[in-house]
């Protein structure tokens, strides 16, 4: 130890990546001051090899309300309905006193348990979470900043109902009778394009165009952003859609398809969300979201014969397991599908010689015929009787 005394007091001195280091312990203590000496180059050797001293991490409550509430609000700045929805689901977290109190590195496995416990009677399990997703997201931020060494694993509840009501056409006649006009012609663009409702209110007349281009037979519509990375893409416009924007497009005053009332921008969730509640209880339509239309017409395109991948891609779903949810084959479906593999298994069957049931018998003399099974077509009788005789 490089300790030497000045009066009664004790120094250190020692030098560290050729840099000298000297200073006083304030200590007359000979112990007490090779102890201070230690932790120096202790602090010094951590810093050397990135180990960084982490100062008391705050708690849920001034970290939600602070780094997370700012970072979710320039991350998601193009994504206003996100940021609302984290603000929201951060809100109920914090209503939970024993959570919002408590600093990040005492929130574990018990105390997420406690909350659930908390909820679980009051709101769905689906509530439940998107509440748990957000404190997993704000503690895996807090992870990647240095405030945490270790993230709690965070299970989510089962017993989640996907939503899974598919419109049927008198249903859809119904009900776009009875919807006012914004709400009927967004259902519409989304009954028979399958783009989700915030796609369909921001969407603007720059990206519409109705005259199909290179020999296509539809025109298309580009969706430049959305819910995913994957929402990027044109969806075709069938003669509906075509007939219903082109009357939008003779009273556009704005650059919005479907404007608020003031025409300061696109129409707000709420407003379409609340006119489709009224629709909604007046056709007695239980469970039905604005988001079935979307649904239904994933669902319409897999009855119509489309596999998984080709509704993965006109949905823009980041995987096919997403997509195949919307598949729906009903008893009908299901027949046309044993009646095709059928006709399949007839045709290649009928291509190929008759076959012959049975194994030759081994001939002992030059003179001698083998002996055969008769053949399914010549007997007449079906493959699991020949074998039986």
Same mark, same amino acid.
């Given at each position: 130890?490089?300790?030497?005394?000045?009066?009664?007091?004790?120094?250190?001195?020692?030098?560290?990546?050729?840099?000298?280091?000297?200073?006083?312990?304030?200590?007359?203590?000979?112990?007490?001051?090779?102890?201070?000496?230690?932790?120096?180059?202790?602090?010094?050797?951590?810093?050397?090899?990135?180990?960084? /001293?982490?100062?008391?991490?705050?708690?849920?409550?001034?970290?939600?309300?602070?780094?997370?509430?700012?970072?979710?609000?320039?991350?998601?700045?193009?994504?206003?309905? /996100?940021?609302?929805?984290?603000?929201?689901?951060?809100?109920?977290?914090?209503?939970?006193?024993?959570?919002?109190?408590?600093?990040?590195?005492?929130?574990?496995?018990?105390?997420?348990?406690?909350?659930?416990?908390?909820?679980?009677?009051?709101?769905?399990?689906?509530?439940?979470?998107?509440?748990?997703? /957000?404190?997993?997201?704000?503690?895996?931020?807090?992870?990647?900043?240095?405030?945490?060494?270790?993230?709690?694993?965070?299970?989510?509840?089962?017993?989640?109902?996907?939503?899974?009501?598919?419109?049927?056409?008198?249903?859809?006649?119904?009900?776009?009778?009875?919807?006012?006009?914004?709400?009927?012609?967004?259902?519409?663009?989304?009954?028979?394009?399958?783009?989700?409702?915030?796609?369909?209110? /921001?969407?603007?007349?720059?990206?519409?165009?109705?005259?199909?281009?290179?020999?296509?037979?539809?025109?298309?519509?580009?969706?430049?952003?959305?819910?995913?990375?994957?929402?990027?893409?044109?969806?075709?416009?069938?003669?509906?859609?075509?007939?219903?924007?082109?009357?939008?497009?003779?009273?556009?005053?704005?650059?919005?398809?479907?404007?608020?009332?003031?025409?300061?921008?696109?129409?707000?969730?709420?407003?379409?969300?609340?006119?489709?509640?009224?629709?909604?209880?007046?056709?007695?339509?239980?469970?039905?979201?604005?988001?079935?239309?979307?649904?239904?017409?994933?669902?319409?395109?897999?009855?119509?014969?489309?596999?998984?991948?080709?509704?993965?891609?006109?949905?823009?779903?980041?995987?096919?397991?997403?997509?195949?949810?919307?598949?729906?084959?009903?008893?009908?479906?299901?027949?046309?599908?044993?009646?095709?593999?059928?006709?399949?298994?007839?045709?290649?069957?009928?291509?190929?010689?008759?076959?012959?049931?049975?194994?030759?018998?081994?001939?002992?003399?030059?003179?001698?015929?083998?002996?055969?099974?008769?053949?399914?077509?010549?007997?007449?009788?079906?493959?699991?009787?020949?074998?039986?005789?």
């Amino acid at each position: 130890m490089s300790i030497f005394k000045r009066g009664r007091i004790y120094w250190y001195e020692f030098v560290f990546r050729g840099q000298r280091i000297q200073q006083s312990t304030h200590q007359t203590n000979n112990r007490a001051a090779m102890n201070m000496e230690s932790a120096h180059r202790t602090r010094l050797a951590q810093g050397e090899v990135g180990i960084i /001293t982490r100062r008391q991490a705050p708690t849920f409550r001034e970290f939600a309300l602070g780094q997370f509430k700012n970072s979710v609000e320039t991350q998601c700045a193009a994504k206003p309905e /996100t940021v609302k929805f984290y603000h929201c689901k951060c809100a109920r977290l914090l209503e939970f006193t024993p959570l919002a109190n408590a600093r990040l590195d005492q929130i574990d496995e018990q105390l997420i348990d406690s909350y659930v416990q908390h909820r679980r009677h009051s709101v769905s399990p689906a509530s439940v979470n998107r509440e748990l997703a /957000t404190l997993r997201k704000s503690r895996r931020l807090a992870q990647e900043w240095h405030i945490l060494d270790r993230v709690p694993r965070i299970h989510l509840l089962p017993g989640e109902r996907i939503r899974e009501f598919v419109l049927n056409h008198e249903q859809e006649h119904r009900y776009l009778e009875s919807a006012p006009r914004q709400l009927k012609d967004v259902a519409i663009l989304s009954l028979d394009t399958g783009m989700r409702v915030g796609e369909a209110r /921001t969407l603007e007349w720059a990206d519409v165009h109705l005259e199909p281009v290179n020999g296509a037979k539809f025109g298309y519509i580009h969706i430049r952003s959305g819910k995913s990375r994957n929402a990027k893409r044109n969806v075709l416009i069938t003669p509906r859609v075509r007939e219903m924007l082109g009357g939008r497009r003779a009273e556009a005053k704005t650059r919005y398809v479907f404007p608020s009332e003031a025409g300061t921008g696109p129409v707000s969730t709420y407003t379409l969300e609340a006119q489709h509640s009224r629709v909604r209880k007046a056709q007695g339509l239980d469970g039905y979201v604005i988001h079935s239309f979307r649904h239904t017409f994933g669902t319409r395109l897999g009855e119509s014969g489309a596999d998984a991948f080709s509704i993965m891609k006109a949905m823009a779903h980041s995987s096919v397991t997403i997509s195949q949810r919307y598949v729906h084959p009903t008893p009908e479906a299901m027949e046309r599908v044993w009646t095709r593999l059928n006709d399949l298994n007839q045709k290649a069957v009928a291509s190929l010689p008759a076959i012959t049931l049975g194994r030759q018998k081994p001939a002992t003399m030059k003179s001698e015929v083998p002996t055969l099974v008769p053949t399914v077509r010549e007997s007449g009788l079906s493959k699991a009787s020949a074998y039986l005789q």
